[in-house]
């Protein structure tokens, strides 16, 4: 909804319910903090001018406003009410991601300001296992996130004979029981009203077993419970898996929220999947320039091309030149396979180890346990070898 306002017009004052966001489409908009009861006085954060908008965290993380905002001059806003935000974020990747960019460089830590000294911490004792996570992504929908997962978690322990966890991620509509084909009774959702998260108590029913010697802890099993999954229940139970498996392999969900943003930041190695087409290509982009705008370390993070067919792909030395990168692997495309398995609830690369998909998921695994090792995962496909990047909230932009 645009509005039009005067200037010296407070928008919303310091304590104030989040209901809105704002974008400026012309005039200017003051961000002040720790202003006086008429508005007066404070810190200056910003100024805001047209193409800028503000209020966008309070209402992502449904907090009271931060600051105060007041027009400097007549001003032409839109307003986005928090009930159409989430619409919003969801239908619109490019707009999430410039926010998510925006949001980025505006909340940066400076690196100037001096750092207030940290209590002494007790010296803890180092575990026993330092577990690998590895963390598998994509803002593209159908990419295969859940196939590669449950897939490569079964090979990781085939390859290394270690312990693998799978981590259902994906809050909402999490599918690893229907791929595992197991039934499970204790979810994210019960985990969430655990007081104190610990290893022993996961292995009290939350950890599943499987018949592919790879356990795996589910999302909730309705996508309203998901609410309750926040960034601190998935970090606690992240670190304590990784004490007690080799590799802890988490499904992620494509919108950039905060859930999705830890995994990714805790995550040893993450990789991206994307399709073989124009609009992959372009989330693809995305989400590397956000990789970029966060500082994820470049060597922990690897693109992969899945569903590759020569007779109607973008060609991989074309997405690879789009994309200014190499691919880290090529996955041939097998429709067929794929859901035969995940309908008789068995995986593919135990029914079927000898299909083609089977065998270079097979060679993506020990690439990664093995860096040095050669693999013709890509050749094989028509392509080379790549690896791109990710990470802070709602997110992609242009």
Same mark, same amino acid.
């Given at each position: 909804m645009a509005v039009k306002q005067t200037a010296g017009t407070v928008l919303f004052k310091q304590g104030d319910e989040s209901n809105a966001f704002y974008i400026v489409q012309s005039g200017k908009v003051r961000i002040v903090q720790n202003t006086n009861p008429d508005g007066s006085g404070g810190r200056e954060l910003a100024v805001l001018k047209d193409g800028d908008f503000f209020g966008e965290m309070g209402v992502i993380e449904d907090s009271p406003r931060s600051a105060t905002a007041i027009c400097l001059e007549d001003s032409q806003l839109l307003v986005v009410k928090r009930s159409d935000f989430d619409n919003l974020m969801a239908l619109n990747p490019g707009i999430a991601m410039k926010i998510m960019v925006t949001i980025t460089r505006r909340y940066k830590p400076d690196p100037g300001m001096a750092v207030a000294p940290q209590p002494q911490q007790p010296v803890q004792a180092k575990p026993?296992?330092?577990?690998?996570?590895?963390?598998?992504n994509s803002i593209t929908g159908g990419?295969?996130?859940?196939?590669?997962?449950?897939?490569?978690?079964?090979?990781?322990?085939?390859?290394?004979?270690?312990?693998?966890?799978?981590?259902?991620?994906?809050?909402?509509?999490?599918?690893?029981?229907?791929?595992?084909?197991?039934?499970?009774?204790?979810?994210?959702?019960? %985990?969430?009203?655990?007081?104190?998260?610990?290893? $022993?108590?996961? +292995? @009290? *029913?939350?950890?599943?077993?499987?018949?592919?010697?790879?356990?795996?802890?589910?999302?909730?099993?309705k996508p309203e419970q998901a609410d309750v999954i926040t960034t601190d229940l998935l970090r606690v139970l992240i670190n304590s898996l990784r004490?007690?498996?080799?590799?802890?392999?988490?499904?992620?969900?494509?919108?950039?929220?905060?859930?999705?943003?830890?995994?990714?930041?805790?995550?040893d190695q993450i990789i991206y999947l994307?399709?073989?087409?124009?609009?992959?290509?372009?989330?693809?982009?995305?989400?590397?320039?956000?990789?970029?705008?966060?500082?994820?370390?470049?060597?922990?993070?690897?693109?992969?091309?899945?569903?590759?067919?020569?007779?109607?792909?973008?060609?991989?030395?074309?997405?690879?030149?789009?994309?200014?990168?190499?691919?880290?692997?090529? %996955?041939?495309?097998?429709?067929?396979?794929?859901? $035969?398995?995940? +309908? @008789? *609830?068995?995986?593919l690369n135990v029914a079927k180890p000898k299909d083609p998909l089977a065998e270079r998921i097979a060679?993506?695994?020990?690439?990664?346990?093995?860096?040095?090792?050669?693999?013709?995962?890509?050749?094989?496909?028509?392509?080379?070898?790549?690896?791109?990047?990710?990470?802070?909230?709602?997110?992609?932009?242009?």
């Open positions: 026993q296992r330092e577990g690998t996570v590895i963390a598998i990419a295969g996130v859940t196939t590669l997962v449950c897939n490569m978690g079964y090979e990781l322990q085939k390859v290394t004979n270690g312990r693998v966890c799978l981590v259902d991620g994906s809050t909402q509509f999490g599918d690893l029981p229907v791929f595992l084909d197991v039934i499970p009774k204790l979810t994210l959702f019960q %985990l969430a009203e655990e007081t104190d998260v610990t290893i $022993d108590m996961l +292995n @009290k *029913g939350y950890i599943h077993k499987t018949n592919f010697a790879v356990d795996f802890v589910a999302a909730p099993m004490t007690e498996y080799d590799f802890v392999v988490v499904d992620t969900y494509s919108l950039m929220q905060e859930p999705v943003l830890t995994i990714l930041e805790l995550a994307m399709t073989p087409d124009i609009p992959a290509m372009k989330n693809c982009r995305l989400w590397m320039e956000l990789v970029k705008q966060l500082e994820f370390p470049e060597e922990k993070i690897k693109v992969v091309i899945n569903k590759y067919d020569p007779r109607g792909s973008v060609d991989v030395k074309a997405i690879e030149e789009k994309l200014a990168t190499k691919a880290f692997a090529v %996955l041939p495309y097998d429709y067929n396979s794929v859901v $035969d398995c995940i +309908n @008789k *609830g068995v995986l060679e993506l695994a020990r690439k990664i346990v093995k860096p040095g090792e050669a693999t013709a995962a890509a050749t094989s496909t028509g392509g080379d070898s790549i690896w791109g990047s990710f990470r802070k909230r709602f997110g992609l932009g242009g």
